[in-house]
């Protein structure tokens, strides 16, 4: 029986400290923008040019 009082105290530490990161999270400001970072590669005006090394 002590074993699961000690486990429900660890998953409610556990819970307790995903919790936390995610309210530093919001206060951090993780989550202000949501359109940019899924439309980010539709508008990349970089060209990327592959280079390959011959050994001769």
Not at 13 to 23: D, E, H, N, R, T
Not at 31 to 43: G, T
């Amino acid at each position: 029986m002590s074993v699961l009082i000690i486990l429900v105290i660890f998953s409610l530490l556990v819970a307790g400290s995903f919790l936390g990161a995610f309210i530093w999270a919001i206060r951090d400001g993780q989550y202000e923008d949501d359109y940019s970072p899924s439309v980010r590669m539709l508008f990349d005006s970089k060209k990327t040019e592959i280079k390959h090394k011959s050994n001769k």
